[in-house]
């Protein structure tokens, strides 16, 4: 059976911040991104872990070379009436 989690994950870009609001200020929220991933095996750790594995892929095509921070991830898993899409914020 599959199942399906809305993986989150949030993170700070300290170059941006620094550029953008100088040293002594940081932005009031970490950015976020969230993935929905399916999985034939139900488990979280392996939502997470793919979730993760798309967030450094989108790192490493970046067009900027700020830093990212890994900060927080949050999994849920998302019962079958739930339609989401892969989401960045």
């Not at 599959?2 to 170059?15: A, D, G, S």
């Not at 993760?52 to 790192?59: A, C, G, I, K, T």
């Not at 067009?63 to 960045?88: F, H, N, P, T, Y």
């Amino acid at each position: 059976m599959q199942q399906r989690y809305l993986v989150t994950i949030h993170y700070r870009e300290p170059t941006f911040e620094r550029h953008t609001y100088g040293d002594n200020v940081t932005r009031l929220h970490p950015f976020k991104v969230r993935y929905e991933v399916t999985t034939l095996t139900a488990n979280e750790e392996r939502a997470r872990g793919l979730a993760l594995r798309e967030f450094y892929n989108m790192v490493a095509h970046s067009s900027v070379g700020w830093v990212r921070q890994i900060v927080q991830v949050d999994c849920e898993a998302l019962g079958d009436d739930v339609i989401c899409k892969v989401m960045g914020a």
